[in-house]
T-cell receptor, first 113, second 114 residues
Framework: GDSVTQMEGPVTLSEEAFLTINCTYT??????LFWYVQYPGEGLQLLLK?????DKGSNKGFEATYRKETTSFHLEKGSVQVSDSAVYFC????????????FGKGTTLSVSS | DTAVSQTPKYLVTQMGNDKSIKCEQN?????MYWYKQDSKKFLKIMFS???????INETVPNRFSPKSPDKAHLNLHINSLELGDSAVYFC?????????????FGPGTRLTVL
């Protein structure tokens, strides 16, 4: 079945460091790919998405490129801030009506000043 | 304006009780979902409804019963609560269009069963 694999955390960085969180997927067909972020005590917020191969999603300085050849959707940010501390989830969804998101296990990011 | 809202935010109850969680969305979406997040933060789909029709019903105990009175509401009723039901339950909604299929989540309901 379809699945998402994320790098295990926690990831601990100093402010202004470069961030990469790896995400690879297994799916039949051509799913849409997403990154969601969950701040402490809150719900999930959509961070960015890509719906087809070579699409780049970007938001708030974060970027991820849909790589069909490597089945990957790695999240990157050039300079992290303390406020980026959160849990990041990679997810996929097939393009049929009503289908649910399949999530990776989440990666906890902790940024210190 | 809250897009997807859930009530209550916290729910503490005894084993064996019956409880409900309510969800409402004002985004005009036609599909709604319930997800469960366990203590290790893992998220898994439980149910989804499209235009009030049940689309996804994952392997969930039949003590859990979703109900969608209209497209804007999806409630979750849980009978005979067990310790293992303790988790955070998230409601979400989306359009069924493949091009606008991102899901928007509510703030979650933290259920604690004692």
């Amino acid at each position: 079945g379809d699945s998402v694999t994320q790098m295990e955390g926690p990831v601990t960085l100093s402010e202004e460091a470069f961030l990469t969180i790896n995400c690879t997927y297994t799916a039949t067909g051509y799913p849409s790919l997403f990154w969601y972020v969950q701040y402490p005590g809150e719900g999930l917020q959509l961070l960015l998405k890509a719906t087809k191969a070579d699409d780049k999603g970007s938001n708030k300085g974060f970027e991820a490129t849909y790589r069909k050849e490597t089945t990957s959707f790695h999240l990157e940010k050039g300079s992290v801030q303390v406020s980026d501390s959160a849990v990041y989830f990679c997810a996929l969804r097939t393009n049929q009506a009503g289908t649910a998101l399949i999530f990776g296990k989440g990666t906890t990011l902790s940024v210190s000043s | 304006d809250t897009a997807v809202s859930q009530t209550p935010k916290y729910l503490v109850t005894q084993m064996g009780n019956d409880k409900s969680i309510k969800c409402e969305q004002n985004l005009g979406h036609d599909t709604m979902y319930w997800y469960k997040q366990d203590s290790k933060k893992f998220l898994k789909i439980m149910f989804s409804y499209n235009n009030k029709e049940l689309i996804i019903n994952e392997t969930v105990p039949n003590r859990f019963s979703p109900k969608s009175p209209d497209k804007a509401h999806l409630n979750l009723h849980i009978n005979s609560l067990e310790l293992g039901d303790s988790a955070v339950y998230f409601c979400a909604s989306s359009q069924s269009s493949p091009l606008r299929n991102e899901q928007f989540f509510g703030p979650g309901t933290r259920l604690t069963v004692l």
